[in-house]
Every structure is written in C-alpha cells, then in structure tokens.
C-alpha cells in the first residue's frame, strides 16, 4: 500500500484532463458531451489521495496533524492558482466584477456566480476545497474525542453508515434543487453540498485500502469481469446526455458516475498490487503517454481555458476560421507543453518547499 507513484493512476489522471480539454475544446458533439465527466473523475480521484494520506497517518502515528495537511495541500494548490489567475483578470469581462474577483480568490465562485468568474472551470477546485476544509475539521473532531469515542468513530460500520448517509442525502438535495430550479444548471453543476458525494466515494476507497486491503483485493480479483461490465454499462449514456440540459445527469447521473469511477479506481488498484512487470507495445507505450500528461495534470488543468481564450482572440483578430481538429490539436499541445512547464518551474518549486518546511509524517 505504498504511496509512491502510482502509473495507474496517473492513467486516470490523464484521461480526466484530455476528457476536460475536449468539453473546453470540442473536436464534435461526441467529445463535447462525454468530456465533462473528466471533473467527476477528478473528484473520485481527489477524494482517494487526500483521505489515503490522512487515513495512513492515522494509522501510522495514532493522530493526524490537521494544521500540518492544510498546508501541504495549500503550498499544492494555492500557487499554481494565484499566479496565474493574473492573466485571466486581465482578459475577463471588462468591466470588472470586484466582488466575483473576491469569490475566485476565496474558492467561493460555485455559490456567489455558479461557474468561476474570471477563471470559469475553478468552480471544481473550490468544491475540493470546501472537502479538503470538511475533512480536516472531522479529523480535528476525531483527534480531541476519548479513545473509546474514536474506537466507535473509526469502527467499519460507523464509517460505511456516515459515507451511505452522505451519498443519499446528496442525491436528495440534487433531487430538490433540480426540481425547484431545473433552469439553473451552473448551480446544480457546482454547488459543493451537491457534488460532495464524488469526493466522499474516494474516500470510502482510501478507507479501504488502509483498513481491509486483503479483502478489497480479493474481492477485486474475484469480480473483475463482473466489475467491468457494470463500470461500462454506467458510464454508457454519457455520450448521449449532457449535463446543461438533462436533470437526470445532474441528479442520478452524477451518483452513477462517481459509483463507476470508484469501480475503475478499485480495479487500478487492484492491478497495482500484483507488481505485474512492464510490458511494451504500442498499446502500453500509449497508456505511458497519457500517464505522463497525468502527472502534470493540475498545471494543465489551470492553464488550458486560457491557451484556449488567448488562442480563440488571436484567431478572431487575424479573421481566420480553422477547423475543429486543429484547433484542438494546437490548444492540447500548447496547453500541455505549458503545463509540464508550470509544473517544473512552479508546481514543483514549491512542492519542495513544502517538503523542506513542513515534511510528512510518514
């Protein structure tokens, strides 16, 4: 159960950014539709590393240190973020909305505009930042309760209970706010008491991997097909509907996606637990590839809608009309190369920082 690099789920995290550039820029109606999934992934994905590294220091050292995990994710995500949401202020809508200025900067753009304002696609990085505060404050509660309220709290059935509770209670608040108001679909997209569920199912995965790994395992390997199959056959109507315009995505769809991206998580993991040797061929050369892209996939997530408005403006201003392929093809490439960019020069800068400043615990 290392936390060493994983090439799988950097796989995952490859997929979800390349499906997020193709909703931002469409080749067709198919990729324009099935891309928006790629934040749902993300938040399965978000849910499982943050709680795995929380739930092993748990385990490791008896206790969390709370303050210590808030500012390694901060010295994370803070950085890459302010820095370069300098140039999407100066080529936002003028003039300026100071206030919605102030709700991108404070991670509260989902409940004060629906969508980021300056920066429209940080709507997904302020619900992870809401979870990551409500994660760290059920620790901190965790951490000041008697030995034998912690024993109840971290007991299998007590967690599985609170994890049921919020998957259930998210649908029904998706359910109501769909259906007082079906035209509001920025809101119903990104409210963060909507969209919490995706996070938590990582976590029910980190929990049991830390907790039950032989059983996960087993159980994984005794199902795969099985698994498979039903990861596929919920992920199947994602091409036809879209989130803007279809209630049954943003109330059910949501919960079936998250249910098969934990599927596909559970099925990485799986596969990474047997140390299977590297393989060649082109198939795997390819799968190498999107796990390279995985690994800056933060960066490229940041800088893509702007390569996109910068590149759409020099287009218009040189009256120029190129086709969907290309247009696609220059913005990934573009946004890709800048992100690895981003990532070494910045993402990483202060990532060593961090570990200088403030280490892990285990």
Not at 117 to 124: C, E, I, K, T
Not at 135 to 145: G, I, K, S, V
Request: glycine residues 6%; charged residues 15%; hydrophobic residues 50%.
């Amino acid at each position: 159960m290392s936390t060493s690099r994983s090439q799988g789920l950097d796989l995952l995290r490859g997929i979800a950014i390349i499906l997020v550039m193709l909703r931002h820029q469409p080749l067709n109606d198919f990729s324009y539709h099935i891309g928006w999934i790629g934040v749902d992934l993300f938040f399965v994905l978000s849910g499982f590393l943050v709680a795995r590294i929380l739930f092993q220091e748990q385990r490791e050292n008896g206790k969390t240190d709370v303050a210590r995990f808030l500012i390694r994710r901060g010295l994370k995500i803070y950085p890459v973020y302010y820095i370069f949401y300098l140039p999407y202020i100066w080529i936002a809508t003028h003039p300026m909305d100071f206030n919605l200025v102030l709700a991108d900067l404070f991670f509260l753009q989902n409940y004060f505009n629906g969508w980021g304002y300056s920066y429209p696609a940080s709507w997904s990085l302020a619900v992870e930042e809401h979870f990551y505060l409500a994660l760290a404050l059920f620790f901190m509660f965790y951490n000041t309760r008697s030995s034998l309220l912690r024993k109840r709290l971290s007991s299998t059935p007590y967690f599985i209970g609170t994890c049921i509770i919020v998957f259930v209670g998210c649908l029904l608040l998706r359910i109501t706010s769909n259906s007082i108001n079906p035209d509001d679909f920025a809101r119903n997209q990104t409210l963060t008491h909507l969209r919490i569920d995706s996070l938590m199912a990582g976590v029910l995965i980190a929990y049991l991997q830390q907790f039950h790994f032989e059983k996960l395992i087993g159980f994984t390997t005794n199902n795969k097909l099985l698994l498979g199959i039903t990861s596929i056959l919920l992920l199947s109507w994602t091409p036809y509907l879209d989130v803007q315009t279809s209630v049954f995505v943003r109330t059910w769809g949501f919960t079936m996606l998250y249910t098969a991206f934990s599927i596909i998580l559970i099925l990485i993991l799986s596969n990474d637990s047997t140390h299977k040797p590297h393989k060649t061929g082109w198939g795997n050369m390819f799968k190498g590839l999107i796990a390279k892209v995985g690994i800056a996939s933060y960066s490229i997530y940041v800088i893509h809608t702007l390569v996109n408005r910068i590149f759409h403006r020099g287009i218009m201003e040189l009256g120029m009309d190129l086709p969907a392929w290309l247009d696609f093809t220059v913005t990934t490439a573009i946004s890709v190369c800048l992100g690895f960019l981003i990532k070494k020069y910045v993402e990483d800068f202060f990532l060593r920082l961090r570990d200088r400043r403030f280490p892990s615990r285990f």
